[in-house]
């Protein structure tokens, strides 16, 4: 793969980054969601590099330890590497960040390990979005490392979950999202994970990584490496890169205004790369953008190939202004590497070029989400309560992470329910909460051993399915509503006085 060392060092002061632009990017970040994980409560900030406005985590999760990279290894990085929030507790520890349900998104999640913990030991942990696995996050000492998906929600907010594998404390150093016009990175089927994105048209000399304000999606450009057979091409004028098209990719004219072609005109300009996974689906986006003037006796037309087999053309850049071919069905090879090459049409005068690329892992995410009314019941729950327990991510899914007290049913292809609540000893303070009728589908449910008062709800006689009822040691008041006696009477129901414990039949 080509990426390069320190892969998130955007030393975008090394650009004459002027203040018109500086201050430009300041406004023009609508829909921009920029977390620096670490960072101090009710702190925020502007980047001093790009503008991007930074805020705190603590509004984000309830968990964790803030932390600092040490100073030797995070100056050469943008602000956010400067602090991490680690994990030593909790096999499972999320963000729940709100967003706009069906809606694109771009989530790069962000790691330097920086020595922040005085070990010199770097460990090895998951990233999950929600219930499923979104990839293994590797690391080195001195080396920030990054993970980006495409993404559309199927709810209102995302969790994002470090997960403990016992190889080390899951950390993290920032959580970005940014919209992205729905009608770019078509796909038919799931989600997108990054694996490279290289801007192809830089010179060696010039290792330049372009983001945010030159890309007003926010995009990381990498310098393309492999350039030793390549010369670049390039134009003063601006490329029209659709940024006022919802259906553009708004590709950033920093980027597209540079491109390759091959030092020998006949030679193909070939991509080869490893592959992360040969079993896994993936998706190339190709942008073109013609930057030389042609002639009326000259042509550039080319074809694509992937691993032999022509999958595009003959086709011409268009002149000042950008094209992106992607595949319309997703690809895989069986094999460990991928040659994706741009090839001299046979009538074509000039040879081929290309400005810039990008390659991703098709995720499926299958594992469902818990049924949304009762997330929203049992967040209530927390809420009204303050409870304590790391009650992180979905109630139910993945299995192994089920919340503790809450037990699940789990049926093939649907959203997990919940069907027991054991809330016993857990230091509830006030009234039996409404939101709790909300658990349509609750067996059982303990409130035993507490600190509850008021009156017992009539709601409690209203689940259909309720089979085990406690409310032992509590400081309830009033009468036992109806619908419960009439359980006990018809042999269901064992009611003791005062300490108001119930069972049914069974238990």
């Given at each position: 793969?080509?990426?390069?060392?320190?892969?998130?060092?955007?030393?975008?002061?090394?650009?004459?980054?002027?203040?018109?632009l500086?201050?430009?990017?300041r406004d023009d970040?609508s829909?921009?969601?920029?977390?620096?994980c670490?960072l101090?409560a009710?702190?925020?900030y502007?980047?001093?590099?790009?503008g991007i406005?930074?805020?705190?985590?603590?509004?984000?999760i309830?968990?964790?330890?803030?932390?600092s990279?040490?100073?030797s290894?995070?100056?050469?990085y943008?602000?956010?590497?400067?602090?991490?929030?680690?994990?030593p507790?909790?096999?499972?520890n999320?963000?729940?960040?709100?967003?706009?349900r069906?809606?694109?998104y771009l989530i790069?999640?962000?790691?330097l390990?920086?020595?922040?913990?005085?070990?010199?030991?770097?460990p090895?942990?998951?990233?999950?979005?929600?219930?499923?696995?979104?990839?293994?996050?590797?690391?080195?000492?001195s080396?920030?490392?990054?993970?980006?998906?495409?993404?559309?929600?199927?709810?209102?907010?995302?969790h994002?979950?470090?997960?403990?594998t016992g190889s080390?404390?899951?950390?993290?150093?920032?959580?970005?999202?940014?919209?992205l016009?729905?009608?770019?990175?078509?796909?038919?089927t799931?989600s997108?994970?990054?694996v490279?994105?290289?801007?192809?048209?830089?010179?060696?000399?010039?290792?330049?990584?372009?983001?945010?304000?030159?890309?007003?999606?926010?995009?990381?450009?990498?310098l393309?490496?492999?350039?030793?057979?390549?010369?670049?091409?390039?134009?003063?004028s601006?490329?029209?890169s659709?940024?006022?098209?919802?259906?553009?990719?708004?590709l950033?004219?920093?980027?597209m205004s540079t491109?390759?072609?091959?030092?020998?005109?006949?030679?193909?300009?070939s991509i080869?790369f490893?592959?992360?996974?040969?079993?896994?689906?993936?998706?190339?986006?190709?942008?073109?953008?013609?930057v030389?003037?042609?002639q009326l006796?000259?042509s550039?037309l080319?074809?694509?190939?992937?691993?032999?087999?022509?999958t595009f053309?003959p086709?011409?850049?268009?002149?000042?202004?950008?094209?992106t071919?992607?595949?319309?069905?997703?690809?895989?090879?069986?094999?460990n590497?991928?040659?994706i090459?741009?090839?001299?049409?046979?009538?074509?005068?000039?040879p081929?070029?290309?400005n810039?690329?990008?390659?991703?892992?098709v995720?499926?995410?299958?594992?469902?989400?818990t049924?949304?009314?009762?997330?929203?019941?049992?967040?209530?729950?927390?809420?009204?309560y303050n409870?304590?327990r790391?009650?992180?991510g979905?109630?139910?899914a993945?299995?192994?992470?089920?919340?503790?007290?809450?037990?699940?049913?789990?049926?093939?292809?649907?959203?997990?329910?919940?069907?027991?609540?054991n809330?016993?000893s857990?230091?509830?303070?006030?009234e039996?909460?409404?939101?709790?009728?909300n658990?349509?589908?609750?067996q059982?449910?303990d409130l035993?051993?507490?600190?509850l008062?008021?009156?017992?709800?009539?709601?409690?006689?209203?689940?259909?399915?309720l089979t085990?009822?406690?409310?032992?040691?509590?400081?309830?008041?009033g009468?036992?509503?109806?619908?419960?006696?009439?359980?006990?009477?018809?042999?269901?129901?064992?009611?003791?006085?005062?300490?108001f414990?119930?069972y049914?039949?069974?238990?």
């Amino acid at each position: 793969m080509p990426w390069t060392s320190k892969q998130l060092l955007f030393l975008v002061a090394g650009f004459a980054l002027n203040l018109m632009l500086l201050v430009h990017s300041r406004d023009d970040q609508s829909g921009f969601i920029s977390i620096d994980c670490g960072l101090h409560a009710n702190s925020s900030y502007n980047e001093t590099k790009t503008g991007i406005k930074y805020i705190s985590d603590a509004t984000f999760i309830d968990t964790g330890e803030s932390q600092s990279t040490l100073p030797s290894y995070g100056h050469e990085y943008q602000d956010p590497y400067g602090s991490v929030r680690s994990f030593p507790e909790g096999a499972r520890n999320c963000y729940k960040i709100n967003v706009t349900r069906g809606n694109k998104y771009l989530i790069r999640a962000s790691f330097l390990y920086g020595n922040y913990d005085g070990q010199d030991k770097i460990p090895e942990f998951e990233l999950h979005l929600g219930p499923n696995l979104w990839d293994t996050v590797s690391l080195e000492t001195s080396i920030a490392t990054d993970k980006e998906l495409i993404y559309v929600p199927l709810r209102n907010y995302i969790h994002v979950c470090l997960v403990n594998t016992g190889s080390g404390v899951p950390f993290i150093s920032a959580l970005e999202l940014r919209p992205l016009p729905n009608a770019s990175y078509q796909t038919k089927t799931g989600s997108l994970a990054l694996v490279t994105r290289n801007d192809t048209g830089q010179t060696p000399d010039n290792r330049t990584g372009y983001r945010y304000p030159f890309d007003i999606l926010d995009r990381f450009w990498y310098l393309y490496d492999d350039l030793d057979d390549w010369t670049q091409l390039n134009t003063s004028s601006t490329i029209n890169s659709e940024s006022e098209s919802e259906s553009g990719y708004q590709l950033p004219s920093v980027v597209m205004s540079t491109a390759s072609t091959p030092k020998y005109p006949s030679d193909s300009l070939s991509i080869i790369f490893s592959l992360p996974d040969i079993n896994a689906e993936y998706r190339s986006y190709l942008h073109f953008a013609e930057v030389e003037s042609l002639q009326l006796n000259q042509s550039r037309l080319q074809y694509i190939f992937r691993n032999g087999d022509r999958t595009f053309g003959p086709f011409s850049p268009p002149y000042l202004s950008t094209e992106t071919i992607y595949s319309t069905d997703a690809w895989s090879t069986g094999v460990n590497d991928v040659n994706i090459s741009i090839t001299r049409a046979e009538n074509s005068t000039l040879p081929p070029i290309l400005n810039a690329f990008e390659i991703y892992m098709v995720k499926h995410f299958v594992e469902p989400e818990t049924n949304q009314e009762d997330v929203d019941a049992i967040s209530y729950i927390k809420s009204t309560y303050n409870i304590k327990r790391n009650w992180q991510g979905d109630p139910c899914a993945p299995q192994v992470y089920v919340w503790q007290g809450v037990k699940c049913n789990y049926q093939e292809f649907e959203s997990p329910r919940i069907i027991s609540l054991n809330l016993s000893s857990s230091g509830l303070t006030g009234e039996i909460a409404a939101s709790i009728s909300n658990l349509t589908m609750v067996q059982s449910l303990d409130l035993s051993n507490n600190s509850l008062t008021g009156p017992i709800p009539d709601f409690l006689s209203k689940f259909p399915n309720l089979t085990v009822l406690n409310l032992e040691k509590n400081n309830f008041t009033g009468s036992v509503p109806v619908g419960l006696i009439e359980k006990k009477n018809n042999g269901f129901l064992s009611l003791r006085k005062q300490r108001f414990v119930t069972y049914y039949r069974g238990y």
